[in-house]
């Protein structure tokens, strides 16, 4: 399982934040068969890569998936290659629990009553969970087992696909929760002057047994487990059960936190030194961290969908010379939005955050600063957004609109200390490094918060402490990471959400990104579409969204327009190649077709029909959503989308709807311009 939760880690920084996906296959020894990891939105889904390497070998294996699947895009591909039985085979349930000896397992409630020692009991629920060297309900064909780290925290996707997986006769475990409600049996199963005592256990057994999984040590009987060696054995790796939760948790904590608290998740970082100095009396800080401390920022930014600094950094930068552009700097990778929070717009009209050839830049501001500066950014392509009042938990709420999974704080101490007081900050890496510097005035990580005893003071949870070349990098939570447990065990029995229902019970239909309801209508989406070229010949392509960047070049009489369009169709994702596109198209205008603004809505439908045309999940999920305005709820394009306060054109859910009519053969789509949007607000 841990495994599944590193290769789910892997694309980090080099794809923009998404849920992250790893899938492992291992037969009942432990050897791994197959394995896989979702690159980035719209790719190949983990479970599908691993079954693919596994092949014949996944018969009676078990998958392990750190997070449970999404199957945003309607289609169900995740747990089809879960359930989809080997060739010549058919699926059986042997609905029987047992050890892979034959033995009948133990019972844990007769066992209890005999008020085994602590220890025995914990191993006792392990073992009635499963944790053997054999397999539970083996099936004879396809995958026989799903251990499943945690239930996807999202309420339109959470489980949904344990639900289906267990339909179709897999045994499913889930980390943490099938235990949950043995723990149960085992305090039960003790008389009222020993209840005390049970409950002890009780806890015991759920901090401790997290999760099911199948162990390369092999118990063979009920005796051997109990025996000392054995017992160290299984409790060693109740420990890493544990662990193996833990990665789970953490390699998805953007979105746990996401879900959890409706913000991005926000990580705080700074560099001090040994005195806890930011910089000099004077501002200058130039450089008080490593090389190899700023290497680790540039990964952090990379993992993030924004960078956010105040006005006084950019002042203060600018002062010194240092201007920096606030990018992830590694070649090909993904590149964070940079967001300037300034209440006065006191800002140097010369600084490279104003340059968005590459990367997109948010100034926030309170309505009604300086009017003419406004103008000069968005001449410039920056844009501006105003708040009432500009605070941190605004702007958070903002970029949770934006569909933002992750957020890092590189502010001074003011803004510090107004983010970690709104609450807005769920983790902190500070980077100390053995330099002093001094100065009574010199300034500090976070400013005042009104605390004046250190009982009042913020611990941090789940602390680590890293060697970074010289320096000493501090990282740990100033909130835990959210428990996707349920409070009921049997949320299998919970009906999910349904998106056509809530929260869409008005005639407006958002989408945007691909893991939201509705995903399947974003570009972006894994659906290979085939369409012909310049010759007629047709060309598979991996999304709409590779087809519709390389048209851009299409028929330009130049070799290097040439292979732009074939640099566009192999490209990894389609974040990948809406990047390459934009950057051409801004960097080699003279590539691009001239008649490209008459042609590219023409271009963007027929790619449109041939997806929701092949694949008929997809017409249905759009016929559903007939008398509904769709709108693809992208804040900044203007265009294809609605935009932040609707002034979009919204071209991409117009031409959804145009669909939508011709295959109800009607001849005409609502007027989207006269509907009325929440609080006022039209498209």
Same mark, same amino acid.
Request: hydrophobic residues 40%; charged residues 20%; aromatic residues 8%.
């Given at each position: 399982?841990?495994h599944?939760?590193?290769?789910?880690?892997?694309?980090?920084g080099?794809? *923009?934040?998404?849920?992250?996906?790893?899938?492992?296959?291992?037969?009942?020894?432990?050897?791994?068969?197959?394995?896989?990891?979702?690159?980035?939105?719209?790719?190949?889904?983990a479970?599908?890569?691993?079954?693919?390497?596994?092949?014949?070998?996944?018969r009676?294996?078990?998958?392990?998936?750190?997070?449970? /699947?999404?199957? $945003?895009?309607?289609d169900?591909?995740?747990v089809?290659a879960?359930?989809?039985?080997?060739?010549?085979?058919?699926?059986?349930?042997?609905?029987?629990?047992?050890?892979?000896d034959?033995?009948?397992?133990?019972?844990?409630?007769?066992?209890?009553?005999?008020?085994?020692?602590?220890?025995? &009991?914990?191993?006792?629920?392990?073992?009635?969970?499963?944790?053997?060297?054999? *397999?539970v309900?083996?099936?004879?064909a396809?995958?026989? !087992?799903?251990?499943?780290?945690i239930?996807?925290?999202?309420?339109?996707?959470?489980?949904?696909?344990?639900?289906?997986?267990?339909?179709?006769?897999l045994?499913?475990?889930v980390?943490?929760?099938? %235990? !949950?409600?043995?723990?149960?049996?085992?305090?039960?199963?003790f008389?009222v002057?020993?209840?005390?005592?049970?409950?002890? %256990?009780?806890?015991e057994?759920?901090?401790?047994?997290?999760?099911?999984?199948?162990?390369?040590q092999?118990?063979?009987?009920?005796d051997?487990?109990? $025996?000392?060696?054995?017992?160290?054995? &299984?409790?060693?790796?109740?420990?890493?059960?544990w662990e193996? %939760?833990?990665?789970c948790?953490?390699?998805?904590?953007?979105?746990l936190?996401?879900?959890?608290?409706?913000?991005? @998740?926000?990580?705080?970082?700074?560099?001090?030194?040994?005195?806890?100095?930011?910089?000099?009396?004077?501002?200058?800080?130039?450089?008080?961290?490593?090389?190899?401390? #700023?290497?680790?920022?540039?990964?952090?930014?990379?993992?993030? =969908?924004?960078?956010?600094?105040?006005?006084?950094?950019?002042?203060?930068?600018?002062?010194?010379?240092? =201007?920096?552009?606030?990018?992830? #700097?590694?070649?090909?990778?993904?590149?964070?939005?940079?967001?300037?929070?300034?209440?006065? %717009?006191?800002?140097?009209?010369?600084?490279?955050?104003?340059?968005?050839?590459?990367?997109?830049?948010?100034?926030?501001?309170?309505?009604?600063?300086k009017?003419n500066?406004?103008?000069?950014?968005?001449?410039?392509?920056?844009?501006?957004?105003?708040? =009432?009042?500009?605070?941190?938990?605004?702007?958070?709420?903002?970029?949770?609109? !934006?569909?933002?999974?992750?957020?890092?704080?590189? $502010?001074?101490?003011?803004?510090s200390? +107004?983010?970690?007081?709104?609450?807005?900050?769920?983790?902190?890496?500070?980077?100390?490094?053995?330099?002093?510097?001094?100065?009574?005035?010199?300034?500090? /990580?976070?400013?005042?918060?009104?605390?004046?005893e250190?009982?009042?003071?913020?611990?941090?949870?789940?602390?680590?402490?890293?060697?970074?070349?010289?320096?000493?990098?501090?990282?740990g939570?100033?909130?835990?990471?959210?428990?996707?447990?349920?409070v009921?065990?049997?949320?299998?029995?919970?009906? &999910?959400?349904?998106?056509?229902? +809530?929260?869409?019970?008005s005639?407006?239909?958002?989408?945007?990104?691909?893991?939201?309801? @509705?995903? *399947?209508?974003?570009n972006?989406?894994?659906?290979?579409?085939?369409?012909?070229?310049? =010759?007629?010949?047709?060309?598979?392509?991996?999304?709409v969204?590779?087809? @519709?960047?390389?048209?851009?070049?299409?028929?330009?009489?130049?070799?290097?327009?040439?292979? $732009?369009?074939?640099?566009?169709?192999?490209?990894r994702?389609?974040?990948?190649?809406?990047?390459?596109?934009?950057?051409i198209?801004?960097?080699r205008p003279?590539?691009?077709?001239?008649?490209?603004?008459?042609?590219?809505?023409?271009?963007?439908?027929k790619?449109?029909?041939?997806?929701?045309?092949? @694949?008929?999940?997809?017409?249905?999920?759009l016929?559903?959503?007939?008398?509904?305005?769709?709108?693809?709820?992208?804040?900044?394009?203007?265009?294809?989308?609605?935009g932040?306060?609707?002034?979009g054109?919204?071209?991409?859910?117009?031409?959804?709807?145009?669909?939508?009519?011709?295959?109800?053969?009607?001849?005409?789509?609502?007027?989207?311009?006269?509907?009325?949007? /929440?609080?006022?607000?039209?498209?």
């Amino acid at each position: 399982m841990k495994h599944a939760a590193d290769l789910a880690d892997k694309s980090a920084g080099f794809t *923009s934040p998404h849920p992250n996906f790893g899938c492992v296959i291992a037969t009942g020894s432990g050897r791994v068969v197959g394995e896989g990891f979702l690159y980035a939105q719209g790719t190949k889904p983990a479970e599908v890569q691993a079954v693919e390497a596994a092949g014949e070998l996944c018969r009676g294996a078990t998958a392990y998936l750190n997070l449970e /699947p999404g199957d $945003c895009h309607g289609d169900h591909t995740a747990v089809s290659a879960l359930v989809k039985p080997c060739a010549g085979h058919e699926r059986q349930n042997t609905g029987q629990n047992a050890f892979h000896d034959g033995e009948p397992r133990p019972s844990c409630s007769v066992l209890a009553h005999e008020i085994i020692p602590r220890a025995q &009991a914990i191993l006792l629920v392990v073992l009635e969970m499963g944790v053997g060297g054999g *397999s539970v309900g083996e099936v004879q064909a396809g995958i026989g !087992r799903v251990v499943i780290g945690i239930r996807h925290p999202l309420q339109h996707l959470r489980s949904n696909a344990i639900r289906t997986l267990r339909s179709e006769g897999l045994q499913v475990d889930v980390l943490g929760e099938d %235990l !949950r409600t043995k723990h149960m049996e085992v305090a039960d199963s003790f008389d009222v002057a020993e209840q005390g005592r049970a409950n002890q %256990l009780s806890l015991e057994i759920k901090s401790l047994c997290r999760s099911v999984s199948d162990s390369s040590q092999s118990f063979h009987s009920f005796d051997d487990i109990l $025996c000392p060696p054995r017992m160290n054995v &299984a409790l060693n790796f109740v420990d890493a059960l544990w662990e193996a %939760l833990k990665s789970c948790l953490l390699v998805n904590a953007p979105l746990l936190y996401r879900s959890a608290f409706r913000v991005p @998740y926000s990580v705080l970082k700074y560099a001090m030194t040994l005195d806890g100095k930011t910089a000099t009396t004077e501002g200058h800080a130039k450089w008080i961290s490593s090389n190899e401390s #700023r290497t680790r920022v540039f990964d952090l930014r990379g993992r993030s =969908d924004a960078v956010i600094v105040g006005g006084n950094t950019v002042r203060l930068d600018e002062l010194w010379q240092i =201007d920096p552009r606030l990018t992830a #700097r590694h070649g090909g990778g993904h590149l964070p939005m940079r967001i300037v929070m300034s209440r006065t %717009l006191d800002l140097p009209e010369v600084a490279n955050l104003w340059d968005v050839a590459e990367v997109h830049t948010i100034v926030a501001t309170q309505r009604g600063a300086k009017r003419n500066f406004q103008k000069f950014l968005a001449s410039k392509g920056v844009e501006v957004v105003e708040f =009432d009042i500009l605070n941190p938990n605004d702007v958070m709420g903002y970029l949770y609109d !934006r569909g933002y999974l992750s957020i890092l704080w590189e $502010c001074g101490g003011a803004l510090s200390a +107004s983010a970690i007081s709104s609450g807005v900050i769920h983790k902190v890496f500070a980077f100390v490094a053995p330099k002093i510097i001094g100065g009574k005035n010199a300034p500090t /990580p976070v400013g005042d918060l009104g605390m004046v005893e250190m009982t009042q003071s913020l611990e941090l949870s789940d602390v680590c402490y890293e060697q970074v070349g010289p320096d000493m990098l501090i990282s740990g939570f100033l909130q835990p990471v959210p428990d996707p447990t349920p409070v009921i065990p049997s949320v299998d029995e919970t009906s &999910a959400i349904d998106p056509t229902l +809530s929260p869409y019970e008005s005639s407006i239909i958002f989408f945007y990104k691909t893991w939201d309801p @509705y995903g *399947s209508f974003s570009n972006f989406s894994p659906h290979p579409i085939r369409m012909p070229d310049e =010759d007629g010949d047709y060309i598979t392509w991996s999304s709409v969204e590779h087809y @519709y960047q390389a048209n851009k070049f299409v028929g330009m009489d130049d070799p290097v327009a040439r292979n $732009c369009v074939e640099d566009i169709r192999a490209a990894r994702s389609p974040e990948e190649a809406a990047r390459m596109g934009r950057k051409i198209q801004g960097q080699r205008p003279d590539l691009v077709r001239s008649d490209w603004e008459s042609v590219k809505i023409d271009v963007m439908y027929k790619a449109l029909k041939c997806k929701f045309s092949i @694949y008929p999940h997809l017409s249905y999920m759009l016929l559903e959503t007939a008398g509904s305005i769709l709108v693809e709820a992208s804040p900044h394009d203007l265009f294809w989308g609605g935009g932040r306060d609707g002034e979009g054109l919204n071209y991409l859910g117009r031409l959804l709807m145009q669909l939508r009519s011709e295959f109800l053969g009607e001849t005409s789509v609502p007027n989207e311009r006269s509907v009325t949007y /929440p609080e006022g607000e039209t498209i």
